[in-house]
């Protein structure tokens, strides 16, 4: 074989080589970049898991409680005076014990409503009273009253069962 061509075969063969050595850069660039990808989008999921967990843990005690209005009574000492209200509520079994309530008073229409909370726990199967709740609205109406459970965190941070 000549000098030459035994030159040029070898130039062919390192072309080859480096053909070869350029796929597996290729295939290793590209699962660093899969492994990048899962690695970013684990600490995202992780991060919002991880900031959501303590109200994930105090909404999961609000299933099953079961908390009614048993009677209500509201009045006002004239016109334009705020309502006051003695609300009566009954508690089922069932769910967490939570730290107090919000009261909901609105109007006839629902345009004005008015936010009460209560740091005040129920039992489980015992009625409480609670009285002289100022409405701080001037006109009610007395069916549309909610009351919902919340629970404080360590944070002092109130988490609403519902409403």
Do not use: H
């Not at 660093?32 to 967990?53: A, D, R």
């Not at 009614?68 to 209200?85: F, P, R």
């Not at 001037?138 to 002092?156: A, G, M, Q, R, S």
């Amino acid at each position: 074989m000549s000098e030459k061509k035994r030159v040029k075969d070898s130039k062919l063969a390192a072309r080859k080589n480096q053909r070869g050595l350029s796929a597996v850069i290729t295939s290793m660039i590209l699962i660093l970049l899969v492994l990048t990808s899962i690695g970013i989008i684990w600490v995202v999921i992780k991060t919002f898991i991880e900031q959501n967990k303590e109200e994930i843990q105090y909404k999961s005690q609000c299933i099953g409680i079961d908390l009614q209005i048993t009677n209500i009574e509201c009045s006002n000492s004239g016109e334009g005076s705020n309502y006051k209200c003695n609300i009566t509520l009954s508690r089922g079994t069932g769910g967490g014990d939570f730290n107090g309530l919000r009261i909901v008073f609105s109007n006839s229409d629902n345009t004005v409503t008015s936010k009460v909370d209560k740091d005040i726990p129920i039992d489980q199967l015992t009625p409480r009273t609670i009285d002289n709740i100022d409405t701080k609205l001037t006109e009610i109406d007395e069916t549309k009253t909610i009351v919902v459970p919340y629970f404080v965190t360590l944070k002092n941070k109130k988490i609403f069962c519902s409403g």
